[in-house]
Structures are given as structure tokens and as C-alpha cells.
């Protein structure tokens, strides 16, 4: 529950960001001080971080899938649309995890008629969220990549336990997927020719949102998570996001008034159903 609060709560401080950052340097700032976080943490614990690069390669490569694809999907894609839209498209984790797992991973999970009816549901319940109402070219977009943004979560969830060894703890994986995350957004941001972030970043509420998502939503949420993958597996795992839309939708209304259509309620509903068939 307090993991998907976390990651719920995490689309409100995103959209309050952005209403000064532009939207690669967002992303930069959040890994940044995700890794600030554990940076002096490791220090004061005198925790080991480095590694060879025969094994560094391998928490970059999980960090790409966990934190560098999905967050550049996410902020540019956050832009377009409503927290509470961005938290529902977060709620399809699971159900990609179920999809990829099945594909790609002998015995990780297979479908079943009850297990095809959930992913048939899921669909549903994604086109159910976007109305049958016209909507902006801008809008669209901004739910395909928060879409993409899943997928990619959903990939990180499945690959993460076959890239890692064990030979790298815990603290040297994620000191390095923060690290390498860092540098790969920082070098996004300057590449696409985004400006540096004004004096307005300093304003009481982008400022505790910016800190929100890089200590809670991100750091604190990696610990939760890995805890959950090594415990439970991907599948359960990505059960925390159940409860993510909504967090994401409540919280969109109480801090910022957005009311949801009756379509995005429904597609929720539709998409946390189907992945109970799921699970």
C-alpha cells in the first residue's frame, strides 16, 4: 500500500513540475536526487558502491528499463494529460508483466482462458479511458507514451532478476542505476537543447514536489520494490499497482479539483478487474 502511494502520489508532484521544468531536465532532477540520496547514505554507512565494469554493465542496463525509459516516456508524455491519466496508465503495469512474462519467459507464466479473458479485459478498459469523445492530437500522444512508460516498467519488472547477479548487493545496484540514470538523462536534456530550469523550481510547491518524487516515489519506492520482487516474483509484485490509479485520481482531485469522466472511472474499474484475472 505505501508503495503505491508512493508511485500514485508521484503523477501529482510530476505535473506540478512541469509546470516550470521542461520535461527531459524534470526527469534528470528526480533521478538526481535519488542519487544524491543514497550517495551520502552509502558514505555515512561506508557502504561498498563500486564495481568492476564486467558487472556495472548489468544495474545500468536494469536502471535504463526501471528509471531512464519509463521517466523520459513519463515526462514528456505527463504534459498532455491529467495526473489522475497518468496514474491509470501506470495501473497496466501488471498486465504487460503478464503479456512479456508469457512470451518471452518459459515457465515465468502462461495464458489460460481465464488469464486471456483478463488481458482481453485490460484493453478494454485502456480504450475505455480515453472516451469515444474526440480528443486533441496532443492528448492522444500523451497517453501513448505514459503507455510506453508501462511498457517499459513492465520490462524492467520481468528482465531485472535475470540481468543481476549475485554478485552485486543491493547497495551497489541501486548507487549504480541511479547513477548511470543520472548521466543518460542529464545528456538527454542537454542534447535535446532544453533550458536550464529557472529560479521558479525554488517556489514552495515545485520544490517539495521535485523532492517528493526523487526521495519517496523513487528511492524509497526502488527499496519497496526490490523487497517485493525478491519476496514475491514480477507478477505480485506489480500488484502494487492496483491501487496506483486510484491514489493517482483521488489525489488529482482533492489537491487539484480534476473530476474524471465516467470513461476513465469505468476503464479503471475495467483494468484493475482484469488484472485480478491475471494475477
Known amino acids: 500500500i505505501l508503495l503505491a502511494f508512493f508511485w500514485g502520489s508521484a503523477y501529482i508532484g510530476v505535473k506540478y513540475t512541469l509546470e516550470v521544468v521542461e520535461p527531459f531536465t524534470s526527469a534528470f532532477l528526480r533521478t538526481f536526487i535519488g542519487f544524491l540520496f543514497f550517495a551520502i547514505w ?50 497496466t503495469v501488471p498486465l504487460w508483466v503478464f503479456i512479456i512474462a508469457a512470451l518471452t519467459i518459459k515457465g515465468e ?73 543520472s548521466v543518460s538523462l542529464l545528456l538527454v536534456a542537454l542534447l535535446s537543447g532544453e533550458s ?37 516474483g514480477a507478477l505480485k509484485a506489480s500488484a502494487a499497482t492496483y491501487f496506483v490509479p486510484v491514489v493517482a485520481v483521488a489525489l488529482d482531485y482533492i489537491l487539484n479539483g480534476v473530476i474524471p469522466g465516467v470513461h476513465s472511472i469505468t476503464g479503471m474499474v475495467i483494468i484493475i478487474v482484469s488484472l485480478l484475472l491475471i494475477k
Open 196 to 232: 536550464l530550469p529557472s529560479s521558479a523550481i525554488f517556489e514552495p510547491k515545485v520544490f517539495v514536489s521535485m523532492l517528493y518524487v526523487g526521495i519517496c516515489s523513487s528511492a524509497l519506492a526502488l527499496l519497496l520494490l526490490f523487497k517485493l520482487l525478491k519476496e514475491w
Open 42 to 91: 552509502y558514505l555515512i554507512a561506508r557502504k561498498k558502491v563500486h564495481l568492476p565494469l564486467k558487472l556495472a554493465w548489468r544495474p545500468w542496463l536494469a536502471g535504463t528499463l526501471i528509471m531512464t525509459l519509463p521517466f523520459l516516456f513519463l515526462y514528456w508524455g505527463q504534459r498532455f494529460v491529467s495526473a489522475g491519466m497518468g496514474g491509470i496508465m501506470n495501473g
Open 109 to 181: 507464466d502462461k495464458f489460460t482462458w481465464k488469464k486471456s479473458i483478463g488481458v482481453l479485459l485490460g484493453f478494454i478498459g485502456l480504450v475505455l479511458t480515453k472516451g469515444f469523445a474526440p480528443v486533441e492530437t496532443s492528448a492522444l500522444l500523451g497517453m501513448g507514451s505514459l503507455l510506453l512508460m508501462a511498457v517499459c516498467y513492465a520490462l524492467g519488472n520481468v528482465f531485472t532478476k535475470y540481468i543481476l547477479t549475485n554478485n552485486i548487493t543491493m547497495e551497489q545496484n541501486i548507487y549504480h542505476q541511479f547513477m548511470f540514470s
